[in-house]
């Protein structure tokens, strides 16, 4: 595939992204507000864990990056940064 190709790819993929975007933000932040006492931890133990889905997204974006630069070694340093104590 050409680079010209890819791009216009993933640039439609992005407009998609950022409809759904839009959408997670508006429940988050109505979420946040009916209920500003909560926080991931304490939603740990739901059947659709939350923070599960936003680490996951996150990941998404490691892969992308990894799979283009090559760089193997980004999911771990994100993996520290965020807390884990395991690769």
């Known amino acids: 595939m050409r ?3 890819y791009q216009k790819i993933m640039s439609g993929h992005n407009a998609k992204i ?3 975007w ?3 933000v508006e429940a988050t932040n109505k ?3 009916d209920n500003p006492e909560t926080t ?3 939603m740990q133990s739901d059947s659709d864990n939350v923070e599960n ?3 996951s997204l996150i990941f998404k974006g490691v892969w992308l990056f990894q799979r283009v630069d ?3 070694k980004l999911r771990k340093k994100i993996r520290k940064v965020m807390g884990y ?3």
Do not use: H, Q, W
């Open 22 to 24: 839009k959408d997670i």
């Open 85 to 87: 104590s395991y690769p």
């Open 53 to 55: 889905i936003a680490n």
């Open 70 to 72: 090559g760089d193997l």
């Open 3 to 5: 680079r010209k190709t």
């Open 31 to 33: 979420f946040v507000e």
């Open 40 to 42: 991931f931890y304490s």
């Open 18 to 20: 950022e409809k759904i």
